[in-house]
Nanobody, 124 residues
Framework: QVQLVESGGGLVQAGGSLRLSCAAS????????MGWFRQAPGKEREFVAA????????DYADSVKGRFTISRDNAKNTVYLQMSSLEPEDTAVYYC?????????????????WGQGTQVTVSS
């Protein structure tokens, strides 16, 4: 069982930066691939970024590539999403997910555990 708690969301102006954190409980964190997804009002949840168990492999949605960076610290059971050059279109609730396999995935259904989400609002 893994419990995930996101933090770091807030209100920021366009062009600004935020760093989201996702703290995980459980001793198996280092074996899980992790991902960030987001859901804007009236839209389906969409993939943002993912990272494998070691941090050696990452994947990004085209819409955030070059602006967002996913990383993890297995010693702290935490995964991060550094967001820069934020745009109003990035406004959404951001969710952290964990999947009980080591390889990264963009597929929401492969994630076994989810956090409660953290709101990110980017003003123009």
């Amino acid at each position: 069982q893994v419990q995930l708690v996101e933090s770091g969301g807030g209100l920021v102006q366009a062009g600004g930066s935020l760093r989201l954190s996702c703290a995980a409980s459980g001793r198996s964190f280092s074996t899980y691939a992790m991902g960030w997804f987001r859901q804007a009002p009236g839209k389906e949840r969409e993939f943002v970024a993912a990272i494998n168990w070691s941090g050696g492999s990452t994947d990004y949605a085209d819409s955030v590539k070059g602006r967002f960076t996913i990383s993890r610290d297995n010693a702290k059971n935490t995964v991060y999403l550094q967001m820069s050059s934020l745009e109003p279109e990035d406004t959404a609730v951001y969710y952290c997910g964990a999947q009980s396999r080591s390889a990264i995935s963009r597929i929401e259904g492969r994630y076994n555990y989810w956090g409660q989400g953290t709101q990110v609002t980017v003003s123009s």
